[in-house]
């Protein structure tokens, strides 16, 4: 029983994802940008293009 209990608390939670615009903030202080062809793309988007 608390095994079912514990598995659908770890299900309901969600990954953090950020706000682009913050993203974009996050990557201009570090001296980084996004690509021209990347502008309009969202953060998961991004991920699925870059994974290796």
Same mark, same amino acid.
């Given at each position: 029983m /608390?095994?079912?209990? +514990?598995k659908l608390e770890t299900e309901r939670k969600t990954k953090f994802t950020p706000n682009m615009e913050n993203f974009k903030v996050s990557l201009s202080y570090e001296g980084l940008s996004l690509r021209k062809d990347?502008?309009?793309? /969202?953060? +998961?988007?991004?991920?699925?293009?870059? +994974?290796?």
């Open positions: /608390t095994n079912s209990v +514990a990347s502008e309009g793309k /969202t953060i +998961a988007d991004l991920k699925r293009k870059y +994974a290796r």
